[in-house]
């Protein structure tokens, strides 16, 4: 079977310009300084969003702000990549507010996780073009092979994937596209122009901070509406910092995962280093890999 293709922006060559912008939670100056010097160091200049240090209780300002900068970055063909400073929760208020015109024109790197999921979804879904989920520059510091990782995928260098095995993957072999992210967006994102159609595909996802018992509801949302049914393959990142209540839901996140694909035949993948955890490797998400999951996990772009 042909794999479909997905446009995939430039790589980045020395002296190019990558810009910088908060479409969600506040960033201060001193948490970004040491992420900028680092991307000076790979040969890049940095453009930052005009509002990119404003605060909005939580907010790096207001929406039309936090928009304003994300447009600018857009539209600048002088700006071949776009990297979110840091996650939390405001890119589902601006998303619809973007014109993504000049963006169809001159196809750029689209960069973060957690929260920039509402990105990947929606470019994913209207423009078809790939996006990176990888570090954010408020993490540049938490795992330098994570960080390499990311200079090398964004240069165009050939990276590829080896894990060790983990007592509830579930063995096979697929081929297919990788699309997918947080889990809480994904959810939160059914049912609007941003929503993923994940039949074929191979899905990915993470999560943080939640109850298990939402970790449940949130995979019998995707079971129910059929998202799990087509699947080539699905690869579980972390799932990290999970909460349960005092009469205890009784399984893991890893375990609730497991019970809502037994209906299903396609390889699975836990433990993959991805997510709201030190080591986040890249990820093309758009792009066509190839998932082998036996003794031990192999991915590779194709």
């Given amino acids: 079977m042909q794999l479909k293709k997905t446009i995939c922006p430039n790589y980045l060559n020395h002296g190019d310009c990558i810009g910088i912008v908060a479409p969600a939670r506040k960033i201060s100056q001193a948490e970004l300084a040491p992420a900028i010097a680092i991307l000076e160091s790979w040969g890049l200049k940095v453009k930052l969003g005009k509002n990119i240090y404003l605060s909005n209780n939580q907010f790096s300002g207001t929406d039309a702000q936090r928009c304003s900068d994300f447009q600018a970055m857009l539209d600048d063909t002088e700006v071949k990549a776009i990297i979110s400073a840091r996650g939390g929760y405001g890119a589902v208020r601006i998303i619809d507010e973007l014109d993504f015109t000049h963006f169809k024109k001159q ?21 078809n073009t790939e996006t990176l989920h990888a570090v954010m520059p408020i993490n540049f510091n938490k795992d330098a092979e994570s960080l390499g990782l990311l200079k090398k995928t964004l240069f165009g260098d050939d990276i590829s994937y080896t894990i060790d095995a983990h007592p509830l993957n579930k063995k096979g072999e697929s081929t297919g596209m990788i699309i997918g992210g947080n889990l809480s967006l994904l959810y ?4 609007t122009p941003s929503d ?17 018992y939402h970790i449940d509801r949130m995979m019998m949302q995707l079971k129910r ?4 049914a087509k699947l080539k393959g699905l690869l579980i990142g972390g ?51 190839a998932l082998s999951v036996k003794e031990k996990t192999s991915l590779k772009f194709l």
């Fill in 188 to 191: 939160a994102l059914a049912s």
């Fill in 225 to 228: 509406s059929g998202k799990l």
């Fill in 239 to 289: 799932f990290s910092e999970m909460k349960d209540n005092t009469i205890p839901f009784g399984k893991t996140a890893e375990e609730i995962i497991t019970d809502a694909l037994k209906d299903y035949n396609y390889p699975v993948c836990f433990g993959f280093p991805a997510g709201h955890s030190d080591k986040n490797y890249p990820l093309y998400l758009g792009r066509n890999i």
């Fill in 196 to 212: 993923i159609n994940t039949d074929g595909k191979i899905l990915f996802l993470e999560d943080l901070d939640e109850y298990l």
């Fill in 107 to 127: 196809p750029k790197w689209i960069i973060g996780y957690s929260d920039i999921t509402v990105f990947h979804s929606h470019v994913h879904m209207h423009y």
